[in-house]
């Protein structure tokens, strides 16, 4: 253990130490994807909804896409975390 304390950081190991969020994970998602979105209302009833991948974007907290859905013959387009998706 004593051998790495004297050891020369490069930029990626200094970004971490310093509260940066180096490199973005590759995204699980491509635009185009087909999605599946889960919705849940105060009964607890849960619906679920495909929709498609049309943009996304890295941020420090991971990546987001905007996805476009139907539902109740509305399309929507909202943002979503990588964590709300499934694969369709």
């Known amino acids: 253990m004593t051998e790495n304390r004297n ?3 490069n930029d990626e190991m ?3 130490a310093t509260g940066g969020w180096g490199e973005p994970e590759d995204p699980k998602y491509e635009v185009g994807a087909r999605v ?7 009964n607890g009833a849960v619906t679920t909804v495909i929709g498609t991948i049309i943009s996304r ?18 399309t929507y387009e909202h943002k979503y975390p990588e964590i709300a998706l499934n694969p369709a």
């Open 7 to 9: 050891k020369e950081l």
């Open 14 to 16: 200094m970004a971490k």
């Open 36 to 42: 599946s979105l889960k919705f849940g209302n105060e």
């Open 57 to 74: 974007e890295s941020t420090p907290g991971g990546w987001f896409y905007i996805v476009r859905y139907e539902a109740n013959g509305i």
